[in-house]
């Protein structure tokens, strides 16, 4: 079944050549890959030289007590110097860093000059407030310019942050702080969504009544809303930053010096916080963001639309295209407040050039409707970014011909919290793309396919993806619990990294992510991807989305359950439904028809928008559904069972 499918999905296949202007003043050129394998570790330090240190490492990679590595270990940098000061002093003080887009309309720009004053007087504030090196941080704050700064500020002085998502509940907030021992957290009343201030204060205050060792909390004056206050304990950020110097020497740190944790989105499980370091992080996001987004500082305008609290908001908000001297988009809010044409209308104004954002966003504009983007100049756009999850050959090819006018190239990019920055993706100039192939790792990657028995299958087929050799961005450890970090990591195959995601290779040995390994599902004794099927009942003209889960099944051992949203003009009819159960069964087989299909008004996703699988099982398999902490929207699953038959009463 798995090579049937992949190659019914290769069928329709289209190649995409990159545009000959991109190619010929691209950035990173195929040379690249043809230098970093003839010599990783030399194309690592030459990579490591894109930044300013304050002592050169003369060490590239400590791998000498696996899986535990160091990397340019006897080197000393201050990150905050590398992603602000460097740019003011090579004369760019007056570009603009960072355009912050409010969503009530407000706007501010802020130059890479004020920017070094801002994060200096927050590097004041916090020493203080009696934080030093090595004590952590949390940031639990809406997208506003202070969010970035804040971070910065914890790097500049060595304190190591926490962000925490602005969606996350009082509970979730604790037992992240507990696990951290952060000395100070930093809030905002509140924060702008949907067209209304939503407070954040009060989760803070609650979160506070679980844990200790907490000091001081940091409160950006964002709302206005009225807000709950424990004197001697808060402080208002803009009451103590507004008194503190605008000079701040930065200190040099360790190379490995723990620069953050962040606990991983968890759609599974307990979060594990996710150690982070200075100098190869900062390498890789720095490196990672020059090649695969072509950045031209000078040129360039660069929106990420991810949230701070999400790892593609630390390396491809603040780190990567900050340490690049990039000039980037920062928006607040909602991409349909107050109207669904808000993200096109914000390319309009500023111009941008470089988009990254997620496919289930895509999704979400196609379903609204293709008229919606044609409203807005987007010729301004020059690069298309794709993270966060498998991106269906559909969603990359509307995305491409609306978004892109049918020019721009995607670089879909396969990476996880783990790896810190972007581990496999086309490069702009130089890649034939494929829609809805990640394709092959970049420069200084290695990643390969294995089967069960750790062997590298060969082209054409499908397993697991790991990764080969230790890279500088990579995770150092989960914080407090090492032996964690090699079991989850290190244990499932001798000396690689598990990924714990599905993927095959093509016949060219290009790369095709198909989802997490606990999603893959059984049926009859053949593993089917989630990915496939889900890709499969999208590439019916009515469905916009799909989420399919296998449940508990007598006699097939798994079933395949899909639950779906319909585009605009469709409606629900039992023909309807057997229809697409025949759609899936003649794209990529009989064995891969759904059981079921249910028609659903929304699906079950984390704030950085992946499907929550697990809880759609619990239905399927009518249980009470889990723990839904990290649901972007806690109301969605009483929507869902609201909308659906009890369990048992069909199929
Ligand atoms: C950056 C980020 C990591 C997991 C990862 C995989 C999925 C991310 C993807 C992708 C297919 C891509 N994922 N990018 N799957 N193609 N381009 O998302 O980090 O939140 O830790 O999630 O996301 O399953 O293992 P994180």
């Not at 500088?472 to 090492?482: E, N, Q, V």
Request: net charge negative.
């Amino acid at each position: 079944m798995s090579n049937e499918s992949l190659a019914n999905l290769l069928k329709e296949e289209r190649r995409f050549a990159p545009p000959a202007e991109l190619a010929a003043a691209a950035n990173v050129t195929a040379a690249a890959y043809a230098q970093a394998s003839e010599d990783r570790l030399g194309f690592w330090a030459e990579q490591a030289r894109r930044l300013d240190w304050a002592v050169e490492p003369t060490e590239t990679l400590d791998w000498s007590n696996p899986p535990f590595a160091k990397w340019f270990a006897d080197g000393k940098l201050n990150v905050a110097y590398n992603c602000v000061d460097r740019h003011v002093e090579a004369g760019n003080g007056d570009r603009i860093a960072i355009h912050f887009e409010g969503e009530p309309g407000d706007s501010r720009s802020i130059t890479y000059a004020q920017l070094k004053d801002e994060v200096s007087q927050a590097a004041n504030a916090l020493l203080e407030l009696g934080v030093t090196k090595g004590d952590r941080v949390a940031v639990y704050l809406p997208m506003i310019a202070e969010a970035v700064v804040a971070i910065l500020a914890c790097a500049r002085i060595g304190a190591t942050h926490s962000v925490v998502f602005g969606g996350f509940s009082a509970d979730a907030v604790a037992s992240r702080i507990t696990d951290a021992q952060a000395k100070l957290v930093i809030t905002a009343d509140g924060g702008y969504r949907r067209g209304k201030p939503s407070a954040l204060k009060p989760a803070i205050d609650e979160a506070l009544t679980k844990v200790d060792g907490v000091e001081h909390v940091l409160v950006v004056r964002r709302t206005g809303q009225d807000t709950s206050w424990t004197e001697g304990r808060d402080v208002w950020w803009h009451e103590i930053t507004a008194r503190q110097s605008t000079e701040h020497t930065p200190e040099a740190h360790e190379a490995e010096h723990p620069l953050f944790i962040l606990y991983t989105s968890g759609t599974t499980g307990k979060p594990k916080g996710i150690l982070h370091t200075s100098g190869g992080y900062l390498t890789q996001a720095s490196y990672t963001h020059h090649a695969v987004f072509d950045l031209k500082p000078e040129t360039d305008v660069y929106w990420c639309t991810a949230d701070i609290g999400w790892v593609t908001g630390h390396s491809y908000i603040v780190y990567g295209p900050l340490a690049n001297g990039a000039t980037q988009v920062i928006y607040e809010g909602t991409p349909d407040t107050p109207h669904q044409g808000r993200f096109w209308e914000i390319v309009q104004k500023y111009g941008v050039t470089i988009l990254y954002t997620a496919p289930t966003a895509i999704r979400t504009f196609m379903k609204w409707g293709d008229d919606i983007p044609a409203k807005f100049d987007l010729s301004s756009l020059r690069v298309l970014g794709s993270v966060g999850e498998p991106i269906n050959p559909e969603a990359w090819i509307w995305y491409r011909e609306h978004i892109g006018a049918g020019k721009a190239p995607i670089v879909d990019t396969w990476w996880q919290t783990e790896t810190g920055a972007m581990m496999i993706s086309p490069l702009p100039g130089v890649t034939e793309t494929k829609p809805g192939s990640a394709q092959r790792a970049l420069p200084g990657i290695a990643a390969t396919v294995v089967d069960d028995e750790a062997r590298e299958v060969p082209n054409g087929s499908g397993g697991y993806l790991v990764l080969t050799e230790p890279w500088p961005s990579m995770l150092r450890t989960i914080w407090g619990d090492d032996q964690r970090y090699i079991d989850t990591y290190w244990s499932r195959f001798e000396g690689r990294y598990f990924a714990g995601d599905g993927a095959k290779k093509d016949e060219d040995g290009d790369i095709w992510l198909l989802g997490r390994v606990d999603d893959v599902m059984l049926v009859s004794g053949h593993n089917i991807s989630t990915t496939e099927v889900e890709s499969a009942l999208v590439g019916h003209p009515s469905v916009a989305e799909s989420a399919v889960v296998g449940a508990t099944d007598a006699t097939t051992g798994q079933a395949i359950v899909a639950f779906v949203i319909l585009r605009g003009t469709a409606t629900e009819t039992p023909e309807l439904v057997e229809e697409l159960r025949a759609h899936v069964g003649r794209t990529l087989g009989p064995i891969a028809k759904p059981k079921q299909v249910k028609v659903v008004g929304e699906l079950p996703k984390t704030r950085s928008g992946k499907i929550m699988r697990r809880l759609l099982r619990d239905i399927a398999e009518g249980r009470e559904v889990g723990d839904t902490t990290t649901l972007a929207d806690s109301t969605v699953m009483n929507l869902i069972q609201s909308q659906l038959p009890p369990a048992g009463s069909e199929g």
